[in-house]
């Protein structure tokens, strides 16, 4: 089974469209997180929620909308896509976020291109 | 300054070569450090924690200096398998917060 579970795995979509995506974790893990990794390859902390608690927030715009049903889900609601949208998203876990030398487990992302 | 900066690379190297990357963090209060391994279109993995005392995993070894705020990673005897992006990863002082460096492209040539 994979441990992080991310879909669609390719969205493709128009600008001004709301989209989700669906993030899962079968780890037992307390927190969860997004990450946005933009054309330059540079990975950058979106969103992260221990116990479905919202933990931080990386100043992303509130047309970005996480909502975590359990502390297994983490979803991502975009609202009115944007170009500067298009990036490859991922989701992680980690067993706790304040624990030393917690790993991070990733799903295999979603490549997002709004046209 | 960024948070986490690393050598812009790519490194183009050749099989069996040894090869030094480097990183700077900003935040002196960071608890943890690692390396990452990311293919191509694919997710970042990790690769090994960093220890103060400096570890090795095989061909890898990992060093941390606090003092300087400084994290590398030394791979030996190259593999072409070994071509990836190298990510240097802190943890930042109130947790939940695991800052990633841009990446140093690893290019191992037969």
């Known amino acids: 089974d994979t441990a992080v579970s991310q879909t669609p795995k390719y969205l493709v979509t128009q600008m001004g469209n709301d989209k989700s995506i669906k993030c899962e974790q079968n780890l037992g893990h307390d927190t969860m997180y997004w990450y946005k990794q933009d054309s330059k390859k540079f990975l950058k902390i979106m969103f992260s929620y221990n116990n479905k608690e919202l933990i931080i927030n990386e100043t992303v715009p509130n047309r970005f909308s996480p909502k975590s049903p359990d502390k297994a889900h983490l979803n991502l609601h975009i609202n009115s896509l944007e170009l500067g949208d298009s990036a490859v998203y991922f989701c992680a876990s980690s067993r706790s976020g304040t624990a030393i030398n917690e790993k991070l487990f990733f799903g295999s992302g979603t490549q997002l291109s709004v046209l | 300054r960024k948070e986490v900066e690393q050598d812009p690379g790519p490194f183009n190297v050749p099989e069996g070569a040894t090869v030094a990357f480097n990183c700077t963090y900003s935040?002196?209060?960071?608890?943890?450090f690692f390396w990452y391994r990311q293919d191509c279109r694919k997710e970042p993995k990790l690769l090994m924690s960093?220890?103060?005392s400096g570890n090795e995993d095989g061909r890898f070894t990992a060093q941390l200096n606090r003092a300087s705020q400084y994290i590398s990673l030394l791979i030996r005897d190259s593999k072409l398998s070994d071509s990836a992006t190298y990510l240097c990863?802190?943890?930042?002082?109130?947790?939940?917060?695991?800052?990633f460096g841009a990446g140093t492209r690893l290019f191992v040539k037969a």
């Open positions: 990863v802190v943890n930042g002082d109130g947790g939940f917060k695991t800052i």
């Open positions: 960093v220890y103060s």
């Open positions: 935040n002196s209060a960071s608890q943890s």
